[in-house]
Nanobody, 124 residues
Framework: QVQLVESGGGLVQAGDSLRLSCTAS????????MGWFRQAPGKVREFVATIIWSGRNTYYANSVEGRFTISRDNVKNTVYLQMTSLKPEDTAVYYC?????????????????WGQGTQVTVSS
């Protein structure tokens, strides 16, 4: 069964850090590109970060560049999102997603599998 399970969300204060994890259930995880997206109440889902299959290349939304870091451990079948200097506007449900062809993308429609999401709330 193909499954992505996120963890690590929570309630933090502005300026704090948080690390999200997303673990895949299938054995060929290392060939997939991975992405993080988020959706705030009343807003459309937006791109946050993406990483190619090897981890060599990463790309970020302008709003998180320099504050968030995406990484992966292909032995553990896990992708991470390290978030620092969090702001109230980072409050959202964060989703990880997997893309079969291994190439990074900021387009949510190009991803094949999605996790259930984890809530991140940043208080001011």
């Amino acid at each position: 069964q193909v499954q992505l399970v996120e963890s690590g969300g929570g309630l933090v204060q502005a300026g704090d850090s948080l690390r999200l994890s997303c673990t895949a259930s299938w054995s060929t995880f290392s060939s997939y590109a991975m992405g993080w997206f988020r959706q705030a109440p009343g807003k459309v889902r937006e791109f946050v970060a993406t990483i190619i299959w090897s981890g060599r290349n990463t790309y970020y939304a302008n709003s998180v560049e320099g504050r968030f870091t995406i990484s992966r451990d292909n032995v553990k079948n896990t992708v991470y999102l390290q978030m620092t200097s969090l702001k109230p506007e980072d409050t959202a449900v964060y989703y990880c997603a997997a893309k079969f062809d291994g190439r990074a993308s900021s387009m949510s429609g190009e991803y094949d599998y999605w996790g259930q999401g984890t809530q991140v709330t940043v208080s001011s």
